[in-house]
């Protein structure tokens, strides 16, 4: 039982670069969700999908997009990256009601 | 509209002594309320969570929380602090069906 499981663990891309972010959970967790971490501000949410085929925009959509074809899979897109995009990404996954499960992050250096 | 506020950036506390991570919230229905520890370099971790019951909940590593409607509140407390609670904490709310929302962190730091 692998839990989340995100791909890759540092990215540094140049501006207006793309590039996918990957998510992947095998405990059939119908919630999934993309934060970024910036200091002093917490987790923001960014997209979440409550299943299959059903993905929604959380506080922070602007320049991203994400695509949910399987219940274990949820990548999240940078279109044309931007240095406001330098970050750290979680992963996140959970029934309607339970505690989420975290993935171990994705630090991301936009230049 | 759910928020989570932590009203210190900061808290330092002497191993040994007890510890407090304040947390209050605002959510419309029944509260799910949690908190996460976060080690450096690392994804957030489950400390514990209040879903409905006993007003006390305790979790991982002697950690336990207190949920108080009246006040809207759930700190987190710690009878006896230990150098490696050292972390960042977050408090989250949701309601069934919805979204996690995290307030901003509150790092703590317990001094040898």
């Known amino acids: 039982n692998a839990g989340v499981t995100q791909t890759p663990k540092f990215q540094v891309l140049k501006t207006g670069q793309s590039m996918t972010l990957q998510c992947a959970q095998d405990m059939n967790h119908e919630y999934m969700s993309w934060y970024r971490q910036d200091p002093g501000m917490g987790l923001r949410l960014i997209h979440y999908?409550?299943?299959?085929?059903?993905?929604d925009q959380g506080e922070v959509p602007n320049g991203y997009n994400v695509s949910r074809s399987t219940t274990e899979d949820f990548p999240l897109r940078l279109l044309s990256a931007a240095p406001s995009q330098t970050s750290v990404y979680f992963c996140?996954?959970?029934?309607?009601?339970?505690?989420?499960?975290f993935g171990q992050g994705t630090r991301l250096t936009v230049v | 509209a759910q928020s989570v506020a932590q009203p210190e950036d900061q808290v330092n506390v002497a191993e040994g002594n007890p510890l407090t991570v304040k947390c209050t919230y605002s959510?419309?229905?029944?509260?799910?309320l949690f908190w996460y520890v976060q080690y450096p370099n690392r994804g957030l971790q489950f400390l514990l969570k209040y879903i409905t019951g006993d007003n006390l909940v305790k979790g991982s590593y002697g950690f336990e929380a207190e949920f108080n409607k009246s006040q809207t509140s759930f700190h987190l407390k710690k009878p006896s602090a230990l150098v490696s609670d050292s972390a960042l904490y977050f408090c989250a709310v949701r309601s069934y069906g919805q979204n996690f929302v995290f307030g901003p962190g509150t790092r703590l730091s317990v001094l040898p």
């Open positions: 996140a996954s959970s029934y309607s009601r339970g505690d989420a499960f």
């Open positions: 999908s409550v299943g299959a085929g059903i993905t």
């Open positions: 959510v419309s229905g029944n509260p799910y």
